[in-house]
């Protein structure tokens, strides 16, 4: 059932993809000329925030959630990215006419606070202005996920409190993540389920997590987690189709005897779970009925956001 060595940000190969344009600040150059300095505040500390989003049929999705939540973090780390909103979508546009792309395409904005005038961590040494890249790829989720599912192992590494490093940060830092992620692949898993600080299941490494059980969709309150663009989409959609959904707490044994859990993120939308901790979750094979169903209801929220 499982394929050895997969993420859920697999993606189906698209050779087009060695030859994508790539945006640093204002110029859009070939990949291999795509470079910054190493005194980036990015590269020496993580002192910046990204963004991942999808373009389809010519328009960013839940473009205006992305951008509340990049510009939230941006202030709150005094991170002045040194454009508006219109600014970013503008250099989104030109860097996807660059590249030809419209369609099944994934960006990485990525803002940091930019060139330091010496290797330490003070903010003020970052004296350029922002760095600002944006990289697009040709992006379908692998297909083998929806048959296969992921499989998860829940980690010793936590989700902290707001007060150290809060998870709401999408910051180029993400050695929290990282450390969870290679204890699951240690644990011979694809991805690490984290756990809060009181021990209740919380979200996975990369992305947002939830179970079904008895026809009711779970996940965690949301006071440790990502908020995901992609998490919110889908308890809106559980309201809006009266399906039942609940943020709340819950344990391993919960997550254990789900009938379904699935992950969300713009990348992959809803990606199966089949295994956590070698358990296997449901009595169903590949994708359940109620991920299948929400699945088909984003899909067709993503298509009405992006229609021209
Ligand atoms: C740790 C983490 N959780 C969840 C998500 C999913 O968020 P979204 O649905 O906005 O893509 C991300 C994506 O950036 C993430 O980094």
């Not at 903010?123 to 697009?136: E, Q, R």
Request: aromatic share 8%; proline share 4%; with cysteine.
């Amino acid at each position: 059932m499982k394929i050895s060595g997969q993420t859920t940000h697999d993606a189906e190969e698209d050779v087009r993809n060695q030859n994508i344009k790539i945006y640093v600040n204002g110029e859009i150059v070939p990949r291999e000329e795509a470079k910054v300095s190493v005194y980036d505040s990015g590269f020496m500390l993580g002192d910046g925030m990204w963004e991942g989003m999808r373009l389809y049929n010519g328009k960013w999705a839940f473009f205006d959630e992305h951008m509340d939540r990049l510009f939230d973090s941006c202030k709150a780390i005094s991170l002045n990215i040194g454009l508006d909103r219109d600014g970013i979508l503008d250099a989104l546009t030109k860097t996807a006419a660059a590249n030809g792309m419209t369609h099944d395409v994934h960006c990485r904005l990525m803002i940091t606070r930019g060139v330091k005038s010496k290797p330490f961590q003070h903010p003020n040494l970052s004296k350029s202005g922002p760095t600002v890249v944006i990289i697009m790829e040709h992006s379908k989720p692998a297909k083998h996920l929806q048959a296969t599912g992921i499989s998860l192992a829940t980690v010793p590494q936590v989700r902290g409190l707001p007060m150290s490093q809060d998870a709401k940060y999408n910051s180029h830092s993400k050695l929290n993540c990282v450390i969870a992620c290679l204890q699951a692949e240690q644990a011979g898993a694809d991805e690490g389920l984290m756990l809060d600080p009181h021990g209740f299941v919380n979200t996975t490494n990369a992305c947002n997590f939830f179970i079904v059980r008895k026809g009711e969709v779970w996940t965690s309150t949301g006071d440790y987690c990502m908020n995901g663009v992609t998490r919110q989409k889908v308890i809106d959609l559980c309201r809006v189709n009266d399906i039942p959904v609940f943020e709340k707490n819950y344990s391993l044994v919960e997550a254990y005897g789900a009938d379904e859990a699935f992950l969300t993120g713009t990348f992959g939308a809803q990606t199966p779970v089949s295994l956590i901790d070698g358990k296997r979750i449901g009595s169903h094979d590949g994708i359940g009925p109620i991920t299948a169903r929400l699945q088909t209801l984003y899909g067709e929220l993503v298509a009405q956001n992006t229609r021209s």
